[in-house]
């Protein structure tokens, strides 16, 4: 369910850039993608995630966009969840670079 209600997130967060920056896709998108994130590592590990004293700027920079986008204001709201989404997530960056890296060298993949 939760792997679900990101996909479906993520897919609504693009369609609504996609169709000028539309407010309700936009809120319906991030409503989504957290509900999902919470169905996926629990309540608690979420809670924990997002108020880390070290995360903190991040988290009120991604909940303040999302309360922009959901007062119809998206781009400002998109932009401010960005930079909150980055603050947030800037850790797990190198590994997930790090992961990508490493599909060189599967061998069907390293020949493409």
């Known amino acids: 369910i939760g792997v679900g209600l990101v996909g479906f997130g993520l897919f609504f ?9 539309d407010a309700v896709l936009l809120a319906f998108g991030n409503l989504l993608f957290l509900s999902g994130l919470v169905f996926i590592i629990g309540f608690r590990r979420t809670f ?10 991040g988290t009120s920079f991604f909940f303040g966009g999302l309360l922009v ?23 797990f960056f190198p590994v997930a670079f790090g992961f990508l890296g490493s599909l060189a060298n599967i061998p069907l993949l390293s020949q493409v």
């Open 69 to 91: 986008v959901l007062m119809r204001w998206p781009i400002l709201g998109m932009l401010l969840e960005a930079y909150g989404f980055v603050t947030l997530f800037r850790s």
């Open 48 to 57: 924990t995630f997002f108020f880390q004293r070290p995360k903190l700027k």
């Open 13 to 21: 967060l693009l369609f609504g850039v996609l169709l000028y920056f």
